[in-house]
């Protein structure tokens, strides 16, 4: 009976996400973009804003969604941290069973994770570098350029 209604609940998210997508496509870029500026003015004008001194943000989407960019390279540019979505996690590497010939560093593999986390961003040259996973949101790699796991959000 459980596998029944798991199965409900499956078909039921993919035909909203499907509705959702279809009504998302729907509204121009140029709405967007304008409602996009009134969000940003709104966040940035915030007290909530002025007193925070780390924030999270999440990555827009091509299309459909709120476009967060003004909002992330302001948090960077005013100091505060800025924290994104990643949806990467690391995998464990196999244990080896013997001597180590090498001391260089084990290369992290990355899946995608069941649960996303929030990471840090330390400056807008990392938000620009940001690439797009499978699902096409740009998230940063796992690790900082100088090879260290970055900072999640508390």
Known sequence: MASTSIVALRTAKRQLRRSMAQTLSAI???EIAEQSQKVAEQVLKSQTYARARSISVYIHMDTGEVITDQICRSILKAGKKLYVPLFASPCQPATATGPT?????VDVKTEFATDMVMVRLRDVEEYEGMISNRWGIREPPLTYADGTIREEGE
């Open 28 to 30: 121009h870029s140029e």
């Open 101 to 105: 010939v090498s001391a260089a560093p």
